[in-house]
């Protein structure tokens, strides 16, 4: 059975900083992609950031420059990290594989469909 586990989220205030772990357990790790997405309370869920199976890395526009995202193959386990957090990061943070993702052929990195195997999630709380 594949399962999908985050980890690493917590209070923080404005300017800090946070470590989002995820790991996959059963599963060939180096092969497939991975994602990061949000949901803020009464907003819905976005894409933050995704790395595809070669290791190309895909931003959404509100995180660049502060997120960074990377897996280790070996530990199969990918990571957000987080600097300069503002409060409008809070939310709560879900991870998810992608078996065969077919955004670095034209698909949106964006897209839910994408996705294959979800997390539980990780709140991250960010107060000014």
């Known amino acids: 059975q594949v399962t999908v586990a985050e980890s690493g989220g917590g209070s923080v205030q404005a300017g800090g900083s946070l470590r989002l772990s995820c790991v996959v357990s059963?599963?060939?790790?180096?092969?497939?992609?991975m994602g990061w997405f949000r949901q803020a309370p009464g907003k819905e869920r976005e894409a933050v950031a995704a790395?595809?199976?070669?290791?190309?890395?895909n931003y959404a526009d509100s995180v660049k420059g502060r997120f960074t995202i990377s897996k280790d193959n070996a530990k199969n386990t990918a990571f957000l990290q987080m600097i300069r957090l503002k409060s409008e990061d809070t939310a709560m943070y879900y991870c998810?594989?992608?078996?065969?993702?077919?955004?670095?052929?034209?698909?949106?990195?964006?897209?839910?469909?994408?996705?294959?195997?979800w997390g539980q999630g990780t709140q991250v709380t960010v107060s000014s």
């Open positions: 790395i595809d199976g070669d290791g190309t890395t």
């Open positions: 998810a594989t992608a078996w065969a993702p077919r955004w670095p052929y034209g698909a949106s990195w964006h897209d839910e469909s994408e996705y294959n195997l």
């Open positions: 059963g599963y060939t790790f180096s092969t497939y992609g």
